[in-house]
């Protein structure tokens, strides 16, 4: 990752970006009204104004970074309800037709991408080339040659592209990595992550192929996936997997329900993970080395997470993932700060190669390799 | 299974089983110093006098309704020490070479085989064709086809023939059972079971093939298949499996280190195992279903087993489990008692066929129909 200088030397030749810019110099833009933290605060729209778009930016009323200042939506009246609560001005607000003029906007540095997985794609693609910086909801695409493409695209256009991966930020889990890499579990043997619940709508976009690129893993199997790179701290060497489909009429063709895999990293470690959008109770982490352990559960849903290793509980206090994640999003993008787990657009292409790995070893019945 | 009016009926038709129909009707005998207990006393030779066989006597102690009265070892100074710690007579003392000769000793109604798992088939036989009632360490065989000739050998012989299933009574674990089957936790989805240590001294029998007749998957992983079995109640309809190995010195050829295997069942459920010898802190069953979950962790060590459900705390007091075993068995074998969870030569054939699947779908590379 550049440093900051770095990034502000690359900016700076781009005129792109000259609103972001702008704002570092002009401290009292009207929405730098609150305490101007070194004068800098990322402001960001929202595109996709559904609940997940309406936790972050409740989660964002906290932060001391970064602020809702636009919105991007197809929905006048949810355009509406989020102008009266955020205070945003009309010329802040567009649709999925003309959010490219988003270009000339001196009030909005990064759009947050929180709509279907299959749109990211087009959608960050677009954002780029409007010189915004970009975050991404994850999965950041369907595939990971768009998840390539979609960096490729933000590299050219010089802008960050980040991952909304909440958990890279949450401090039990941060605890956990710390103590794995200061070599207190030993030689890390095994990971265990279990992700699912029981969805609910038959006829939400999670369960439209188009719309969600897959099923259970692309939306909460990759919370394991990720856990298991992140927790063993290694890239993993091969995947097996296999699909259980008990209700085809609801999780149609393409649709995963609940998909079981396991992962082979370089060193030996072993990772069984369990993805589902048909049971509860699950959301586990579990890791053990040759000489302690670590259990996270609940692990990744909004908390508080809880935690506890082979010297007992875990008490670092809860944070809203949210407020944190935007607030150290900023500083990454502001500051270039180096997150200790990355939340890179080349983060989210790791993680899309290994789904793409599933999906093939399912469809083959065998172990895939990974290169 | 024969109730005990049956078995009775049976046992009277062979001679081979006098001697324990003697001791029926003679309550006096020698080892009856103990309270009578209705006059139904199992009276037990271990064979394979090593740490295991050791744990069974010494909670034999403990027991109501069975007793040691004989040993069968190839190691007089370990005979020795056994005679005098449960005061067994010579003439009850046998080795590898003559134990045949117990078919005509009345102070003997069963024998227990606790010795390394390739030799249970021949001795099983042996004592089977002596006319004693069978106990056998689990895995009852190395594989299906000679658990299955050990079943044919004990009909043949009119004995019963029993596998060491010390889990199928321990308290905690019936409990989480009786819930499944009251319906409280709905219609099962998953199963989680991973079983497994670290393994010390490599020159140990149970690293050496020919005697083990395969690796952890025989010793340890068993209790997670098995557990999938009784937890869910089905049995399988699949499963995949994959060898993970790390130290090809210490775990040779046909000796497994760590496999992960899933298991499909009719009713749509899944399971996810992991069963090693190389890693600790594992030793955990969990289950979903529609409406509830159950955690035992530690699940099958020697307890006390601690367990939840998602009513809260499992509060069954522990008891050792081979005391129960012991006593359980006894009640099984002298008054035909049903138990709630099979412990007979069949239930053993059924995880061997599993195993066999496993092994198959390892070197396969492939999922492995069972029928």
Redesign the interface.
Known sequence: MTSRRHFLQKITLSTAVLPFLRFNENTKSKFSDHEPYDDKILRVAIMGLGSYGNRVAEAMQACKRAKVTGVISGTPSKIKDWQSKYNIPDKNCYNYENFDAIKNNPDIDAVYVITPNALHHDQVIRVAKAGKQVICEKPMAINAKEGQEMVDACKKANVKLLVGYRMHFEPKTLEVIRIRKDGEFGKI??F?G?TGF?IGDPTQWRLNKKLSGGGSMMDIGIYSLNGARYMVGEEPAWV?A?E???NPEKFKEGVDE?I?F?I?FP??A?A?C?S?Y?????D?F?M???K??AELWPATNYGPIKGRT?KGELTQPHMTHQTVQMDEMAAIILDGKQPILPVDGEEGVRDLKIIDAIYEAIKK???VELK
Chains 1, 2 share one sequence.
């Open positions: 043997m095994f265990q279990q029981t097996t296999h259980t489909k008990t609940t079981q396991e082979g060193s030996g072993a069984s369990l589902t048909n049971m509860n109770n699950l586990r579990f053990t080395g040759q302690g352990f082979n019945g065998k172990r």
